[in-house]
């Protein structure tokens, strides 16, 4: 009777205990902060410096229900939300019609012109800010919501780009000539087609872009003097300046400032995994 190898165990489970035990040290990075920002919000400043990791006694929610009460917190939420819906609409449709030109589409210049966009990646925003600045002003987009989604938009582009072609290169060439067989011209196959198959994508790109505008903070403190237009990190940093003395109220408006940007991600949180995935098999 012949006894079956069997291979052995060690060098696998091992892999997974370690692999578990890294998600874990991340996570535990990453909530910790959280939570101590959280709690911390509930605390007044004399419980931060005697009892800062433990739970608040007694509990504070005037921290954060002053912050909910306040008419500009509310404000720069409009704003952020405002400026970061523009952006993505833009970019996601400006993009969308590039990687499908770029996937689809043999003309010559065509992987140069893709390179050029791909470069962008490599364009650091603080480089550009001061020429940046001058057009905006010579334009009339100073204080003017429309200077922070153009140049938004234009620093999205290249990675949107680069995800949308790799799904839309994946797509079968059959489904496009059946669809122009039935008569489709090319920009029916593209919004017909290919848009809805690539939602996993489109929500992927949607997602970046939305957290990405939500948090960007250098650019708003460049276009923004008037603070009616001040969006949530520029309210955040005024707020520290403000209540500098008072770090649990800090804690609590910047706690509330990332449940937008949290709560969205939360939501699109299997979209954009899925769409990744997508992207980078079709790719």
């Known amino acids: 009777m012949s006894s079956r190898r069997r291979r052995p165990a060690g060098p696998s489970r091992a892999k997974g205990v370690s692999l578990h035990l890294l998600a874990g040290t991340l ?3 990453v909530l910790v902060p959280l939570l101590f920002g959280l709690l911390g919000g509930f605390k007044d400043n004399a419980q931060l410096a005697t009892n800062p990791f ?3 006694a007694p ?6 229900t002053e912050v909910l009460a306040s008419g500009s917190f509310w404000r720069q939420v409009a704003n952020s939300v405002l400026i970061a819906l523009a952006t993505t609409v833009l970019v996601v449709g400006l993009s969308a019609l590039a990687a499908f030109a770029f996937a689809r589409f043999a003309f010559r210049g065509r992987e140069l012109l893709f390179t050029v966009f791909t470069a962008g990646l490599m364009f650091p925003f603080a480089v550009a800010i001061l020429p940046l600045f001058v057009l905006m002003r010579a334009f009339g987009l100073l204080d003017n919501p429309l200077g922070v989604v153009l140049v938004q938009a234009a620093f999205g582009l290249p990675m949107t780009i680069i995800i949308l072609r790799g799904f839309f290169a994946g ?5 496009e000539e059946a669809a122009v067989i039935d008569g489709c011209t090319p920009f029916g196959v593209f919004w017909r087609i290919l848009l809805p198959m690539a939602r996993p994508a489109l929500a992927t790109v949607s997602v970046l872009a939305i957290v990405a505008s939500w948090n960007n903070f250098f650019l708003p403190l460049a276009v923004f003097n008037d603070p009616d237009w001040w ?9 520290q300046g403000q209540y500098s003395s008072d770090i649990a109220r800090t804690l609590a408006y ?10 969205f991600y939360a939501v699109a949180e299997r ?3 899925s769409g990744l995935t997508a992207g980078a098999t079709k790719g």
């Open 254 to 263: 910047v706690v509330l400032a990332m449940v937008p940007a949290l709560g």
């Open 231 to 239: 969006t949530v990190p520029l309210g955040v940093q005024q707020f």
């Open 271 to 273: 979209h954009l995994i």
């Open 54 to 56: 433990g739970l608040p």
């Open 171 to 175: 797509v079968p060439r059959e489904v």
């Open 27 to 29: 996570a535990v990075l």
């Open 59 to 64: 509990w504070h929610p005037e921290n954060y």
